[in-house]
């Protein structure tokens, strides 16, 4: 959970939960949000400028929204718009990139920042495992372990080759804690799956 502030819905009361996907660009946020609402990996994918919506499904039934925020730092200054209502949040950084998984650290300061949510569950997501040998993988898999009791702990996946069955429960472990962070938030049931 992070601590940050607010109202979780404008207007009337939602029924799905809302989460921030957060990262530098390029790190796979927009591949990650679509193997998670669409089931499906693109290899060409553009940059994301200010926020692009994707509402997806657990295999439960349960809905989410996910907001796919612009990395770029030019556009720094505008994000805290996207993080207003918002259940839940999503750090992503490239697995393969030492550099991109140091700068989740300041994605946290900045979403606590500008944001005015309240408690909220918060995961880690490293993307690309698919290119890691398999030492870095596990190396990375460990950091995971120790670090799981600090908010919603590492999913370490590849967007490319699809969700493994534990990525899937950890996603709807997680989707589920978004939905629990307001007590009148209410999940609708509807078949298919991520």
């Known amino acids: 959970m992070i601590a940050a502030g607010g109202s979780h819905s404008q207007g009337g009361e939602s029924s799905v939960p809302k989460i921030a996907v957060l990262g530098e660009s390029g790190c796979g946020k927009t591949c990650l949000c679509r193997r998670l609402c669409e089931d499906v990996w693109s290899q060409s994918s553009t940059w994301t400028v200010g926020c692009q919506v994707h509402v997806g499904q657990t295999n439960t039934g349960a809905i989410f929204e996910l907001r796919d925020v612009g990395g770029s730092e030019v556009?720094?200054?505008?994000?805290?718009?996207?993080?207003?209502g918002v259940h839940g949040a999503v750090f992503v950084a490239d697995a393969s990139n030492a550099r991109s998984r140091d700068t989740v650290g300041t994605w946290r300061k900045e979403f606590i920042k500008q944001s005015k949510a309240q408690q909220i569950p918060c995961i880690v997501?490293?993307?690309k495992a698919d290119v890691l040998s398999a030492s870095d993988r596990?190396?990375?898999?460990?950091?995971?372990?120790q670090e799981s009791g600090q908010d919603?702990?590492?999913?370490?996946?590849s967007a490319k080759t699809?969700?493994?069955?534990?990525?899937?429960?950890?996603?709807?472990?997680?989707?589920?804690?978004c939905t629990r962070s307001t007590p009148s938030l209410q999940m609708r049931s509807a078949a298919g799956s991520i």
């Not at 556009?75 to 207003?84: E, K, L, M, P």
């Open 75 to 84: 556009h720094a200054s505008s994000r805290a718009v996207f993080y207003q």
């Open 162 to 177: 699809g969700l493994t069955t534990s990525n899937r429960e950890a996603w709807q472990a997680f989707v589920a804690a």
């Open 138 to 145: 596990f190396s990375l898999e460990q950091e995971g372990d």
């Open 152 to 157: 919603g702990g590492v999913l370490l996946l």
């Open 125 to 127: 997501v490293l993307t």
